[in-house]
């Protein structure tokens, strides 16, 4: 009920003071026996609670309005009771400090000096004016403050709103990359596990020791997976791209695949360069063992001016117009991290072929650390 009388945003800073001043205020006047009689002053009083009440509401013109009528009425009061009254222009020299024009902000303090000059003029009782001067200088500077305060206040909200959204960005881009670490890293590993499976279905009834060994691969296996997870909930760990090769060496013959490898000297790349390239050839050849169904994969390397080439190709069904899909847009991502640049195609004669270019800077590395 209250927010719907006085703003919310206000409460706890405004509202205690308003309400002790305007009491004052109607105590004052009422007490006093003017020219304006009790109805006139209570309809003077009608105008300034008015006044105020779209003030407090309003950042506008209106809000300028109602000021500019207050203070009319603040002068009055001010010729005809008492020069004290002024001391009450601090409620709207504080919401004319709180416009967001400062055109207003201008009219609404230039109105503060003429009310000071109209009261001090009319007013025949010189001892009490001497206080008038100090009030009058803190009244004309207080808009100045609030709206300094008030503008602070806004660029504060903007910032701490957009501090929101960059936090919330940055989470999703968290989510994001840990959901496609986890499909690069662990489905590398599940779809190896789920071939080796496939094959101990078979030899189970026709070549036991071999099929113990293929459940012995697994549970070896299975147990990198859990390595890797845990190490994925760590954090994204460095992957050395050689071993990576390596690696991809082992899986794809796993499988009975034919298996090329063409690397020349690799040259020097950022960690982060490094392990987003890793991370290209893991996908690369997931995707070459889960969807292509060939029987040979190759990959290359070679550098042209200031860029490493990276190819891998295989003799399989190619992309069959699913271009956007099998983690494809993953690996052009990763590329655009290191402003590198990924391209998929159908190879000729068959095929798919990967080809990652990847920018770096420096000399060539002579003995790459494993």
């Known amino acids: 009920m209250m927010k719907k009388i006085y703003p919310s945003d206000q409460i706890n800073h405004y ?8 009491v004052f205020l109607f105590f004052l006047i009422l007490r006093e026996e003017t020219i304006f009689g009790l109805f006139g002053n209570l309809l003077l ?14 950042r506008d013109w209106r809000l300028l309005a109602a000021s500019l009528s207050g203070l009319f009425v603040l002068t ?9 009254i002024l001391l009450f222009g601090f409620i709207f020299a504080d919401l004319i400090g709180r416009s967001r024009s400062k055109w207003h902000i201008g009219y609404g303090i230039a109105a503060i000096a003429i009310m000071f000059a109209i009261v001090y003029w009319q007013s025949s009782d010189s001892q009490d004016n001497y206080f008038l001067l100090p009030v009058m200088i803190l009244q004309l500077v207080f808009p100045i ?6 503008k602070s206040n806004r660029l504060q909200g903007e ?25 690069d890293t662990l489905g590398q590993t599940l779809t190896m596990i789920k071939l080796k499976s496939e094959l101990t279905t078979r030899l189970i009834d026709k070549d036991v020791p071999r099929a113990r060994e293929e459940l012995t691969d697994i549970l070896i296996t299975s147990r990198s997976a859990l ?5 994925l909930v760590s954090d994204m760990k460095f992957i050395s791209l050689q071993s990576e090769l ?43 063992i889960r969807h292509s169904r060939a029987r040979c994969c190759m990959i290359t390397s070679e550098v042209i001016g200031s860029s490493l080439v990276i190819r891998i190709y295989d003799d399989g069904i190619g992309l069959n117009d699913s271009g956007s899909g099998n983690g494809i847009q993953s690996i052009k991502e990763r590329m655009q991290l ?3 640049t990924a391209a998929i195609s159908n190879a000729s004669p068959c095929g798919t072929e990967v080809e990652l270019n990847i920018p770096y800077y420096g000399e060539e590395k002579e003995n790459r650390i494993q």
């Open 246 to 288: 390596d690696s991809a060496e082992k899986l794809i013959q796993s499988v009975g695949m034919k298996y090329k490898l063409h690397i020349g000297e690799l040259p020097l790349l950022s960690s982060v360069a490094e392990t987003m390239t890793a991370l290209s050839i893991r996908e690369s050849v997931t995707n070459v």
């Open 15 to 22: 509202l205690l003071i308003d309400a002790i001043s305007i």
């Open 338 to 340: 290191i402003k590198g």
């Open 159 to 183: 910032l701490d709103a957009a501090n929101a959204e960059i936090e919330k960005y940055i989470q999703e881009e968290e989510r994001q990359r840990i959901a496609r670490d986890i499909h």
């Open 227 to 231: 390595k890797q997870v845990r190490e």
């Open 145 to 150: 403050l609030i709206h300094i305060k008030e």
């Open 45 to 58: 009083l009608a105008v300034f609670l008015l006044s105020f009440y779209i003030g407090i509401w309003h």
């Open 76 to 84: 009055l009061f001010g010729v005809f009771v008492s020069s004290s």
